[in-house]
Structures are given as structure tokens and as C-alpha cells.
């Protein structure tokens, strides 16, 4: 198999081939062909990086003296849930 690089745009379901890539493709009717179509999705990329550093930022700020809210919490919450299945 021969490899024809080309950048497109979907339109309507459809893929638009250039007309320099259409000359060649003219050809060859009745061959099979393998199509691999790869989507630009830098902007998801970009959204993962955004979320991960602010995860790391916030995470920088706790310390483990923080701890104490959260044992605190979690006794709270259980003391709640005895009363009321008591």
C-alpha cells in the first residue's frame, strides 16, 4: 500500500480530498483502500493540562496538619449516622 498524506476539512459527513490527491486516486477506482482519520483535539489536551496543574496547586497548599479537618469530619459524620440508625 502506498500512503497519500492530506490535510481536510469533514464537511456534511463527507471528507473533502484535494484536487492534487484526487488526480492520483483517479486511477486507481476499484482498489481497496485504508482510511485513517486523525482529529485535532489539542483543545482537550489543553483542558487535561489546565485540570491537572490546578489539582497539583491546590494539593501544594494542604499540609499534613490539615488532616485534622478531615479525621475531625469523618467522626462527625459517623457519630451522625449512629444516631440515626440507633
Not at 15 to 34: A, F
Not at 38 to 52: A, E, G, H, P
Amino acid at each position: 500500500m502506498r500512503a497519500l498524506e492530506f490535510k481536510s476539512k469533514i464537511e456534511n459527513n463527507q471528507i473533502l480530498i484535494p484536487i492534487g490527491v484526487q488526480s492520483e486516486i483517479k486511477t486507481k477506482q476499484n482498489k481497496d483502500v485504508r482510511v485513517i482519520v486523525l482529529i485535532d483535539d489539542s483543545d482537550l489536551l489543553d483542558d487535561l493540562i489546565f485540570q491537572q496543574t490546578i489539582q497539583s496547586q491546590f494539593l501544594k497548599g494542604y499540609s499534613d496538619s490539615d488532616s485534622i479537618y478531615d479525621n475531625s469530619f469523618k467522626e462527625k459524620v459517623k457519630e451522625v449516622i449512629a444516631r440515626l440508625t440507633d
